[in-house]
């Protein structure tokens, strides 16, 4: 089986058949058909940036996924600002990189010293939040997964470097994004293309040493949109007149964020050359922690208000801090919110009715179209309709007649 993706559809060679084009009439009609719940965003001019992907999966009688998509406004040269979405790919090829280096005694639990040699960079000598005190690959993959952490995110992306993620990106067919910054703390110029020195331990004994990186590249792509806004807040927080610029920032679309998802959580539908190169103890990690409520977790320990089972399950339920949740229904994603931008990309089951989908949207409300004023409309119009569309795919589903229910036991874990 081959499986290719472009900009605008994902193309599922099963049983010599590829699938067509994405549906874009069912997405449409769902929406129309609840104005209660959908009016404000199909009337706003720009219809709040909205772009939707929903793939339903239906297995045969091997339990073998076979994929039908359908989207809506789905547009790969319409510029939106992915934020903590592009985590997920780089968390994956750092697992990658450990698996590459083939070096004795490195792990994913080895402890991980991050130095400084650029200005601006910071050290990372310890962790509290793990049970040994200690970075590691594995303790911030779980930070990142469990409330989106930026400075797990952060030192990630400075241990595999910006000129290998943008090749691993390419090598698998991720051709509409780049990931080029870290995350939150003003990464620009000259200081995102610098990466720290980074040290793996075992107890006291040195077992691999990444020097200082510096990538040359520019990575320029022109899409529409990247202007946006009539002012911004500056570094100052003086208002400044006219767009704001995100020519330089990161990129990751609609189709390439369930590209890597699809890849993630169905790697036996792939290639064997085409698959993250992942161990079997790298899928069961990435799972639980994509799955596990923040409430969930020992170490890291996260507890309320400030953190609670919603946190970061944008899609069905609207990251609601008093969100009831159903126990049969998992969710597997990673999700991103920022410049009035929410993202969510999801893998959703229900394991008592046996429902499985991929659904990955984003929508954008900035009334005063003002930038970095913290002024976003995300509690009244961004998460109300990731949750509510969530919903409405779920009960899509609940309803749809399958002949082969799916078999979901390698994505059902003890979460206590």
């Known amino acids: ?37 959908f009016a404000g965003i199909l009337k706003h001019p720009t219809q709040n940036e909205v772009q939707i992907l929903y793939t339903q999966i239906n297995r045969d009688s091997h339990n073998i996924p076979h994929f039908k998509q359908y989207s809506y406004r789905l547009n790969a040269q319409r510029y939106f600002y992915p934020a903590s979405t592009v985590k997920l790919p780089t968390l994956i090829f750092a697992l990658e990189k450990l698996n590459e280096l083939h070096v004795p005694g490195l792990t994913k639990e080895s402890a991980m010293i991050t130095d400084s040699a650029f200005k601006g960079q ?3 000598l310890k962790d509290t939040s793990a049970q040994n005190n200690l970075p590691s690959i594995a303790q911030y993959i779980k930070k990142i997964l469990l409330v989106s ?3 797990a995110y952060n030192r990630l992306f400075e241990f595999v470097g910006r000129e290998e993620i943008n090749t691993k990106l390419k090598k698998y067919g991720l051709t509409e994004t780049r990931i080029v910054s870290r995350l939150a703390v003003g990464d620009k110029g000259e200081t ?9 331990y075992n107890g006291d004994k040195l077992i691999y040493q990444k020097p200082a990186q510096y990538d040359a590249n520019e990575y320029p792509m022109e899409l529409s949109n990247m202007l946006q806004g009539n002012g911004y807040m ?16 990161n990129v990751y679309t609609v189709s390439n964020q369930q590209m890597v998802l699809s890849r993630l959580m169905f790697p036996e539908s ?12 790298d899928y069961k990690l990435l799972y639980r922690y994509m799955s596990t409520f923040p409430n969930e977790s020992k170490k890291p320990t996260y507890s309320k208000p400030e953190y609670f089972p919603a946190y970061c399950k944008f899609l069905f339920y609207g990251a ?14 990673k999700v991103g919110d920022s410049y009035g931008y929410d993202i969510d990309n999801a893998y959703i089951i229900d394991t008592k009715n046996k429902v499985e989908f991929m659904l990955t949207a984003v929508v954008q409300s900035n009334e005063d ?11 009244t119009v961004c998460l109300p309709f990731l949750k509510n569309l969530g919903q409405i795919i779920y009960q899509q589903e609940l309803k749809r007649p399958k002949k082969h229910l799916p078999d979901l036991s390698k994505f059902i874990f003890k979460y206590q």
Do not use: C, W
């Not at 500056?234 to 007149?241: C, G, I, S, Y």
């Not at 792939?270 to 103890?281: A, G, P, S, V």
């Not at 609601?320 to 994603?333: E, L």
């Open 1 to 37: 089986m081959k499986f290719y993706f472009t900009a605008l559809l994902l193309m599922l060679a099963l049983g010599g058949s590829a699938q067509q084009q994405p549906d874009t009439l069912l997405l449409k009609s769902l929406l129309e058909n609840h104005p209660e719940l």
């Open 122 to 124: 910071t050290k990372v």
């Open 149 to 151: 952490d930026n400075d």
């Open 192 to 200: 995102a293309k610098n990466t720290n020195p980074i040290s793996f």
């Open 234 to 249: 500056d570094a100052q927080n003086k208002l400044m007149k006219g767009p704001f610029d995100f020519g330089k920032m």
């Open 270 to 281: 792939f290639q064997k050359d085409q698959r993250f190169n992942l161990t079997d103890d």
């Open 320 to 333: 609601d801090s008093a969100a009831v949740i159903n126990p049969d229904i998992r969710i597997f994603n």
């Open 369 to 379: 179209g003002i930038f970095n004023d913290n002024k976003y409309e995300y509690t």
